[in-house]
């Protein structure tokens, strides 16, 4: 016993512990990145189903699932500063993403085709696709200096601005006492600007 007692004295005061349990693998599908309130985020997506929400105080935060597992998805979300880069690769079918960001932020995005809703985001945005739905929450129409949008071949439902109206080469321009910019431009399909 004595023995036994003078190891485990000598265990203790060696400092040895049992060996800690190894980190949780990373999730393959998520990134997040630091990054402040109050900056630019360039948005570089392909075709795909894309809901971007200001839920962060100060990260960004990007999830996506696939048709089938193991589907390739080239992802990056990379910060510089007051500026922030995120560039979207996936499969061409049932791809969706969910991107979280600060809710203060400027937006700067190109999609090539799909789905896209912003949503809880205050700040000037440019945004522009090929062909698809897109649904942005623009809030009060106070808040915008000037707002240019347009539609080749769809619709056009901006009822912050009083705007309704569909057919070929549709868009409107208007101009307030705000302080953001709203720049939206689709190809083809329905681009609904909501409150």
């Not at 998520?30 to 360039?42: D, L």
């Not at 205050?122 to 949008?149: L, P, Q």
């Not at 056009?156 to 006492?177: M, V, Y």
């Amino acid at each position: 016993m004595r023995t036994v007692g003078i190891l485990l004295a000598l265990v203790t005061a060696a400092g040895l512990r049992a060996p800690a349990q190894s980190p949780a693998p990373s999730d393959p599908s998520r990134i997040e990145r630091p990054f402040a309130a109050g900056g630019k985020v360039r948005l570089d997506l392909s075709a795909g189903s894309y809901r971007i929400e200001g839920r962060r105080a100060d990260a960004i935060v990007v999830r996506w699932t696939t048709k089938h597992a193991g589907q390739k998805v080239d992802a990056k979300v990379e910060p510089r500063g007051k500026e922030a880069f995120i560039a979207i690769d996936g499969p061409h079918d049932n791809f969706r993403v969910d991107i979280e960001l600060p809710s203060v932020s400027d937006l700067d995005l190109d999609l090539s085709a799909g789905e896209l809703s912003i949503r809880e985001i205050t700040g000037s945005k440019n945004v522009s696709a090929w062909a698809g739905e897109i649904t942005i929450e623009v809030g009060d129409s106070a808040k915008y200096r000037r707002v240019d949008a347009s539609v080749r071949f769809g619709e056009i439902d901006a009822r912050p601005f009083n705007i309704n109206k569909g057919g070929i080469f549709r868009s409107f321009k208007w101009d307030g006492q705000g302080g953001y910019n709203l720049r939206a431009r689709l190809f083809a399909g329905e681009l609904k600007l909501l409150r």
